[in-house]
């Protein structure tokens, strides 16, 4: 299993940034993020192919998320700008070699490896 620890979370006004990040421990085909609000299920955020050339995000981050890789670092990074309170959960790298993009990556059951999470708050 990929070991994956992320960073960057923290408590931010809002219209802020942040800029997540995740290390793994070893090469994985894809890449995202999930967040899991208080009293919610985790829910998709984004996820981005090894080459970068595909990405996907949920409606309610599209234009205000960025995500990204560097597959040098074997990293993935999620830029998040204009933050709102409906962005504050608790975000989870994770990864999958079996995923199919544009198809199923929105589907927790899809991704074989998971951080451990870091808190994201945006106070009003």
């Known amino acids: 299993q990929v070991k994956l620890e992320e960073s960057g979370g923290g408590v931010v006004q809002v219209g802020g940034s942040l800029r997540l990040s995740c290390e793994a421990s070893?090469?994985?085909?894809?890449m995202g993020w999930f967040r899991q609000a208080p009293g919610q299920e985790r829910q998709f955020v984004a996820v981005i192919s090894w080459s970068g050339g595909m990405t996907f995000y949920t409606d309610s981050v599209k234009g205000r998320f960025t995500i990204s890789r560097d597959n040098a670092k074997n990293a993935v990074y999620l830029q998040m700008n204009d933050l709102t309170p409906e962005d504050t959960a608790v975000y989870y790298c994770?990864?999958?070699?079996?995923?199919?993009?544009?198809?199923?990556?929105?589907?927790?059951?899809?991704?074989?490896?998971w951080g451990q999470g870091t808190q994201v708050t945006v106070s009003r």
């Open positions: 070893t090469s994985t085909y894809a």
């Open positions: 994770a990864t999958s070699d079996s995923v199919t993009l544009g198809g199923n990556h929105a589907e927790m059951r899809e991704y074989e490896s």
